[in-house]
């Protein structure tokens, strides 16, 4: 954290502002905060900076993220991330199945579904895009949020970790 705390605010967005999906304001934002203890203590400034932002800022935070297993554009740790979980290898009726709970759960929310996917499946990844399109608003964006933050957890242990 010592190389981080010292690096200018361009050198730190370029480092970190990837971590909440092309989102790199929070980063920014996340930047007055230095000195960071750790990558912990790093992460909860950047979840605090989001929680604190406005819903309009949070709303384009959640819509910046892919649709999950549908193969549109998306950054190239998103897609890695899919694979990990097995959506790049989906048979025509998953795909399809994918494609149908995407479209029903975005007409809902409007925002896509969003999970960490990380040590998931896509079996379990389907089961929990099944359930949760039948939220209420406010309890899926509360969800959408958590997920952000895992995902932004997992993105930093991956840069400080290894």
């Given at each position: 954290?010592?190389?981080?705390?010292?690096?200018?605010?361009?050198?730190?967005?370029q480092?970190?502002?990837?971590?909440?999906?092309?989102?790199?304001?929070?980063?920014?934002?996340a930047?007055?905060n230095?000195?960071?203890?750790?990558?912990?203590?790093?992460?909860?400034t950047?979840?605090?900076?989001?929680?604190n932002?406005?819903?309009?800022?949070q709303?384009?935070?959640?819509r910046?993220?892919p649709?999950?297993?549908?193969?549109?554009?998306?950054?190239?740790?998103?897609?890695?991330?899919q694979?990990g979980?097995?959506l790049d290898?989906?048979s025509?009726?998953?795909?399809?199945?994918?494609?149908s709970?995407?479209m029903m759960?975005?007409n809902?929310f409007?925002?896509?579904?969003?999970?960490a996917v990380k040590?998931?499946?896509?079996?379990?990844?389907?089961?929990?895009?099944?359930?949760?399109v039948?939220?209420?608003?406010e309890e899926?964006?509360?969800?959408?949020?958590?997920?952000?933050?895992?995902i932004?957890g997992f993105?930093?242990?991956?840069i400080?970790?290894?």
């Amino acid at each position: 954290m010592e190389e981080v705390n010292q690096m200018s605010k361009e050198e730190f967005v370029q480092k970190v502002g990837w971590v909440f999906e092309h989102s790199p304001w929070v980063a920014s934002a996340a930047w007055g905060n230095m000195p960071f203890e750790s990558h912990e203590n790093l992460l909860q400034t950047m979840i605090d900076i989001v929680q604190n932002a406005e819903e309009s800022m949070q709303l384009a935070l959640l819509r910046s993220h892919p649709d999950l297993g549908t193969r549109l554009q998306m950054s190239e740790v998103s897609q890695k991330e899919q694979a990990g979980a097995g959506l790049d290898k989906l048979s025509k009726e998953e795909f399809e199945e994918f494609v149908s709970l995407n479209m029903m759960y975005v007409n809902k929310f409007q925002f896509p579904f969003i999970m960490a996917v990380k040590g998931q499946s896509k079996e379990t990844i389907l089961a929990a895009m099944k359930q949760r399109v039948h939220n209420s608003y406010e309890e899926e964006y509360r969800i959408a949020l958590g997920e952000v933050y895992k995902i932004a957890g997992f993105r930093l242990n991956d840069i400080f970790i290894g």
